[in-house]
Protein backbone atom coordinates (compact mmCIF):
# COMPACT_ATOMS: atom_id res chain seq x y z
CA UNK A 1 0.00 0.00 0.00
CA UNK A 2 2.07 3.22 -1.05
CA UNK A 3 0.96 6.25 0.93
CA UNK A 4 1.96 8.79 -1.38
CA UNK A 5 2.19 7.47 -5.12
CA UNK A 6 3.17 10.20 -7.94
CA UNK A 7 2.66 9.40 -11.75
CA UNK A 8 5.11 8.89 -13.99
CA UNK A 9 8.15 8.17 -12.21
CA UNK A 10 9.94 9.85 -15.39
CA UNK A 11 9.14 11.90 -17.53
CA UNK A 12 10.87 12.44 -21.25
CA UNK A 13 9.28 15.67 -23.07
CA UNK A 14 10.04 18.25 -25.59
CA UNK A 15 10.13 21.97 -24.87
CA UNK A 16 7.10 23.64 -26.07
CA UNK A 17 4.67 20.70 -24.63
CA UNK A 18 2.19 20.60 -22.08
CA UNK A 19 2.23 17.57 -19.96
CA UNK A 20 0.43 16.54 -16.16
CA UNK A 21 1.71 14.63 -13.02
CA UNK A 22 -0.81 12.95 -10.92
CA UNK A 23 -0.40 12.55 -6.75
CA UNK A 24 -3.01 9.94 -4.90
CA UNK A 25 -2.92 9.99 -0.99
CA UNK A 26 -4.45 7.65 1.03
CA UNK A 27 -3.46 8.67 4.53
CA UNK A 28 -6.73 10.55 4.89
CA UNK A 29 -4.79 14.00 5.45
CA UNK A 30 -6.02 16.79 4.56
CA UNK A 31 -3.33 18.74 2.98
CA UNK A 32 -1.20 17.98 -0.07
CA UNK A 33 1.86 19.68 -1.67
CA UNK A 34 3.80 20.12 -4.53
CA UNK A 35 7.80 20.07 -4.08
CA UNK A 36 10.67 20.83 -6.37
CA UNK A 37 14.23 19.86 -6.23
CA UNK A 38 16.71 21.08 -8.89
CA UNK A 39 19.93 20.07 -9.95
CA UNK A 40 21.78 20.96 -7.03
CA UNK A 41 19.03 19.06 -4.78
CA UNK A 42 17.74 21.98 -3.26
CA UNK A 43 14.22 21.52 -2.20
CA UNK A 44 11.38 24.31 -2.77
CA UNK A 45 7.71 24.33 -2.19
CA UNK A 46 5.42 25.26 -5.33
CA UNK A 47 1.94 24.75 -4.28
CA UNK A 48 -0.08 23.86 -1.15
CA UNK A 49 -3.41 22.73 -0.87
CA UNK A 50 -6.15 21.92 1.59
CA UNK A 51 -9.33 20.36 1.44
CA UNK A 52 -9.21 21.58 -2.43
CA UNK A 53 -8.48 24.80 -1.60
CA UNK A 54 -5.33 26.51 -2.38
CA UNK A 55 -3.33 27.61 0.41
CA UNK A 56 0.07 28.10 -0.82
CA UNK A 57 1.35 29.41 -3.90
CA UNK A 58 4.72 30.33 -4.29
CA UNK A 59 6.25 32.73 -6.90
CA UNK A 60 5.62 30.14 -9.66
CA UNK A 61 5.05 30.75 -13.41
CA UNK A 62 1.66 30.47 -14.72
CA UNK A 63 2.54 28.08 -16.18
CA UNK A 64 2.11 25.73 -14.05
CA UNK A 65 -1.01 25.08 -12.80
CA UNK A 66 -1.65 22.78 -9.74
CA UNK A 67 -5.49 20.98 -8.90
CA UNK A 68 -7.11 19.04 -7.07
CA UNK A 69 -10.77 17.73 -7.67
CA UNK A 70 -10.71 16.48 -3.72
CA UNK A 71 -8.75 15.82 -0.81
CA UNK A 72 -7.33 12.97 -1.91
CA UNK A 73 -5.57 14.08 -5.42
CA UNK A 74 -3.36 17.33 -6.08
CA UNK A 75 -2.61 17.05 -9.83
CA UNK A 76 0.33 19.32 -11.58
CA UNK A 77 -0.09 20.51 -15.12
CA UNK A 78 2.79 22.25 -16.95
CA UNK A 79 1.78 24.09 -20.21
CA UNK A 80 4.63 25.18 -22.54
CA UNK A 81 7.57 23.31 -20.97
CA UNK A 82 11.27 25.03 -20.76
CA UNK A 83 14.53 23.52 -20.11
CA UNK A 84 14.72 24.86 -16.83
CA UNK A 85 11.55 23.36 -16.29
CA UNK A 86 14.05 19.89 -15.56
CA UNK A 87 13.87 18.52 -12.17
CA UNK A 88 12.53 16.59 -9.86
CA UNK A 89 8.84 16.91 -8.39
CA UNK A 90 8.11 15.55 -5.10
CA UNK A 91 4.25 15.38 -3.89
CA UNK A 92 3.37 14.99 0.25
CA UNK A 93 0.67 15.27 2.26
CA UNK A 94 -0.37 16.23 5.93
CA UNK A 95 -2.50 17.14 8.58
CA UNK A 96 -2.70 20.72 8.89
CA UNK A 97 -1.89 22.60 12.06
CA UNK A 98 -0.90 18.65 12.56
CA UNK A 99 1.92 18.86 10.54
CA UNK A 100 4.41 18.84 13.05
CA UNK A 101 2.55 16.30 15.06
CA UNK A 102 1.79 13.76 12.12
CA UNK A 103 4.80 14.33 9.58
CA UNK A 104 5.12 14.79 6.24
CA UNK A 105 4.80 12.00 3.85
CA UNK A 106 6.48 12.25 0.47
CA UNK A 107 6.07 10.50 -2.62
CA UNK A 108 8.95 8.79 -4.75
CA UNK A 109 9.07 12.02 -6.98
CA UNK A 110 8.50 12.36 -10.85
CA UNK A 111 11.98 13.39 -13.05
CA UNK A 112 10.97 16.00 -15.51
CA UNK A 113 13.54 15.97 -18.66
CA UNK A 114 12.68 18.76 -21.12
CA UNK A 115 14.46 18.49 -23.89
CA UNK B 1 9.47 33.69 8.23
CA UNK B 2 11.63 30.55 9.48
CA UNK B 3 14.87 29.25 7.33
CA UNK B 4 16.51 26.49 7.98
CA UNK B 5 20.91 26.15 7.60
CA UNK B 6 23.08 23.20 7.16
CA UNK B 7 26.53 24.06 7.66
CA UNK B 8 28.37 21.08 5.51
CA UNK B 9 27.40 20.66 1.77
CA UNK B 10 29.62 17.49 2.07
CA UNK B 11 30.62 15.11 4.69
CA UNK B 12 32.41 12.11 4.02
CA UNK B 13 33.78 9.75 6.57
CA UNK B 14 34.96 6.34 6.82
CA UNK B 15 32.81 3.37 7.75
CA UNK B 16 32.31 2.71 11.59
CA UNK B 17 33.41 6.08 12.32
CA UNK B 18 31.25 8.83 14.01
CA UNK B 19 29.36 11.48 12.44
CA UNK B 20 27.24 14.99 12.82
CA UNK B 21 25.47 16.43 10.50
CA UNK B 22 24.61 20.21 11.79
CA UNK B 23 21.67 22.27 11.25
CA UNK B 24 20.81 25.42 12.67
CA UNK B 25 17.21 27.29 11.90
CA UNK B 26 15.97 30.69 12.73
CA UNK B 27 12.19 31.79 13.65
CA UNK B 28 10.92 33.56 16.24
CA UNK B 29 8.17 31.64 16.98
CA UNK B 30 7.84 27.74 18.17
CA UNK B 31 8.94 25.64 15.43
CA UNK B 32 8.61 21.66 15.12
CA UNK B 33 12.15 19.93 13.29
CA UNK B 34 12.62 17.26 11.00
CA UNK B 35 15.50 15.10 9.28
CA UNK B 36 15.00 13.35 6.12
CA UNK B 37 17.38 11.16 4.07
CA UNK B 38 17.24 10.55 0.44
CA UNK B 39 19.26 7.97 -1.06
CA UNK B 40 20.29 7.90 -4.61
CA UNK B 41 17.58 8.39 -7.19
CA UNK B 42 14.39 7.79 -4.47
CA UNK B 43 11.95 9.88 -2.61
CA UNK B 44 12.27 11.44 0.71
CA UNK B 45 12.35 10.00 4.05
CA UNK B 46 12.19 10.92 7.50
CA UNK B 47 14.54 9.52 9.46
CA UNK B 48 13.73 11.88 13.07
CA UNK B 49 11.51 14.64 14.24
CA UNK B 50 11.24 17.02 17.27
CA UNK B 51 8.01 17.77 18.38
CA UNK B 52 8.42 18.74 21.98
CA UNK B 53 8.82 16.67 24.98
CA UNK B 54 12.33 15.17 25.45
CA UNK B 55 15.45 17.23 23.26
CA UNK B 56 17.15 13.95 22.09
CA UNK B 57 15.06 12.32 19.41
CA UNK B 58 15.65 8.77 18.01
CA UNK B 59 15.15 8.07 14.75
CA UNK B 60 15.48 5.24 12.42
CA UNK B 61 18.75 3.34 11.32
CA UNK B 62 20.55 4.26 14.51
CA UNK B 63 20.17 7.97 14.07
CA UNK B 64 19.38 10.48 16.65
CA UNK B 65 19.59 14.16 17.00
CA UNK B 66 19.47 16.66 19.57
CA UNK B 67 17.53 20.40 19.86
CA UNK B 68 19.24 23.16 21.77
CA UNK B 69 16.68 25.93 21.62
CA UNK B 70 19.39 28.53 22.61
CA UNK B 71 21.70 27.14 19.91
CA UNK B 72 18.97 26.79 17.59
CA UNK B 73 20.28 24.13 16.77
CA UNK B 74 18.67 20.71 15.70
CA UNK B 75 21.87 18.72 14.77
CA UNK B 76 21.47 15.08 13.50
CA UNK B 77 24.29 12.21 14.34
CA UNK B 78 25.07 8.92 14.24
CA UNK B 79 27.28 6.65 16.62
CA UNK B 80 29.17 4.68 13.86
CA UNK B 81 28.13 4.91 10.40
CA UNK B 82 28.00 2.39 7.81
CA UNK B 83 28.46 2.29 3.50
CA UNK B 84 24.54 1.79 3.30
CA UNK B 85 24.12 5.54 4.81
CA UNK B 86 25.59 7.19 2.02
CA UNK B 87 23.09 9.26 0.99
CA UNK B 88 21.64 13.50 0.90
CA UNK B 89 20.15 14.40 4.60
CA UNK B 90 17.91 17.25 4.61
CA UNK B 91 17.17 19.15 7.81
CA UNK B 92 13.63 20.48 7.66
CA UNK B 93 11.33 23.07 9.92
CA UNK B 94 7.37 24.09 9.48
CA UNK B 95 6.12 26.31 12.28
CA UNK B 96 3.64 24.75 14.95
CA UNK B 97 0.42 26.41 13.31
CA UNK B 98 1.71 26.37 9.76
CA UNK B 99 1.86 24.00 7.22
CA UNK B 100 5.07 24.78 4.86
CA UNK B 101 8.15 22.80 5.36
CA UNK B 102 11.29 24.97 5.05
CA UNK B 103 14.35 22.57 3.68
CA UNK B 104 18.09 23.21 3.98
CA UNK B 105 19.93 23.15 1.17
CA UNK B 106 20.73 19.80 2.32
CA UNK B 107 24.07 17.55 3.45
CA UNK B 108 25.58 14.73 1.10
CA UNK B 109 27.19 12.05 3.66
CA UNK B 110 29.33 9.90 1.86
CA UNK B 111 30.97 6.33 3.45
CA UNK B 112 33.64 5.14 2.66
CA UNK B 113 35.63 1.65 3.13
Known amino acids: DTAVSQTPKYLVTQMGNDKSIKCEQNLGHDTMYWYKQDSKKFLKIMFSYNNKELIINETVPNRFSPKSPDKAHLNLHINSLELGDSAVYFC??????????????FGSGTRLTVV | AQSVTQLDSQVPVFEEAPVELRCNYS??????LFWYVQYPNQGLQLLLK??????LVKGINGFEAEFNKSQTSFHLRKPSVHISDTAEYFC???????????FGEGTQLTVNP
Open chain 1, 92 to 105: ASSRIGGGGNYGYT
Open chain 2, 50 to 55: YLSGST
Open chain 2, 27 to 32: SSVSVY
Open chain 2, 92 to 102: AVTLDSGSRLT
